[in-house]
Antibody, heavy 116, light 109 residues
Framework: EVQLVESGGGLVQPGGSLRLSCAASGFTFSSYWMHWVRQAPGKGLVWVSR????????SYADSVKGRFTISRDNAKNTLYLQMNSLRAEDTAVYYC?????????WGQGTLVTVSS | SYELTQPPSVSVSPGQTARITCSGD??????AYWYQQKSGQAPVLVIYEDSKRPSGIPERFSGSSSGTMATLTISGAQVEDEADYYCYSTDSSGNHRGVFGGGTKLTVL
């Protein structure tokens, strides 16, 4: 059974940093591209970033470019999102998702709250 | 930046057909995907590559795409189909950047 479990969310002050993790199981993690998607409270889904299967290629939404870094450790079956210079508008539930038939499997999300 | 446009809301009675549209300039060249999200839950894929249905998704869900518009159709909508629906695609930049539509709240009552 495919499982994606996010962790690392929490309360952080504006300007602070946080690293999210997404632990994958039930499939060959190293064969799949992965994405991060976020959803602010009461708002819609917003694409954040993606990484290819071996980590050699990444893309970012304009709103996070230069502040967020996506990476992966295929030996640990784990996807990461390093978030720096956090702003109030980064407050959201962050989901990781696998690229199979589109974004076919999603985690349950981890909440990041940026507030003083 | 690239955008996908959806109507904010659609309302139907149980048993009627619900249609949710998604427009985007790159849709003639890029696939559309559709996600259902119920309150407090993670999104669920209901249509991929414009018109294909994942296993486990009821047959009443179908998708189509023509020109710059993709459409999700729910034939004989049920009360349990009430949810937010999002279209998703990628831009044509070659960087595989994703984009979601703003979402459509489907009300079945």
């Amino acid at each position: 059974e495919v499982q994606l479990v996010e962790s690392g969310g929490g309360l952080v002050q504006p300007g602070g940093s946080l690293r999210l993790s997404c632990a994958a199981s039930g499939f060959t993690f190293s064969s799949y591209w992965m994405h991060w998607v976020r959803q602010a409270p009461g708002k819609g889904l917003v694409w954040v970033s993606r990484i290819n299967s071996d980590g050699s290629s990444t893309s970012y939404a304009d709103s996070v470019k230069g502040r967020f870094t996506i990476s992966r450790d295929n030996a640990k079956n784990t996807l990461y999102l390093q978030m720096n210079s956090l702003r109030a508008e980064d407050t959201a539930v962050y989901y990781c998702a696998r690229v199979g038939m589109g974004l076919d499997y999603w985690g349950q999300g981890t909440l990041v709250t940026v507030s003083s | 930046s690239y955008e996908l446009t959806q109507p904010p809301s659609v309302s139907v009675s149980p048993g009627q057909t619900a249609r949710i549209t998604c427009s985007g300039d790159a849709l003639p060249k890029k696939y559309a995907y559709w996600y259902q999200q119920k309150s407090g839950q993670a999104p669920v894929l209901v249509i991929y590559e414009d018109s294909k249905r994942p296993s486990g998704i009821p047959e009443r869900f179908s998708g189509s795409s023509s020109g710059t518009m993709a459409t999700l159709t729910i034939s004989g909508a049920q009360v349990e189909d009430e949810a937010d629906y999002y279209c998703y695609s990628t831009d044509s930049s070659g960087n595989h950047r994703g984009v979601f539509g703003g979402g459509t709240k489907l009300t079945v009552l």
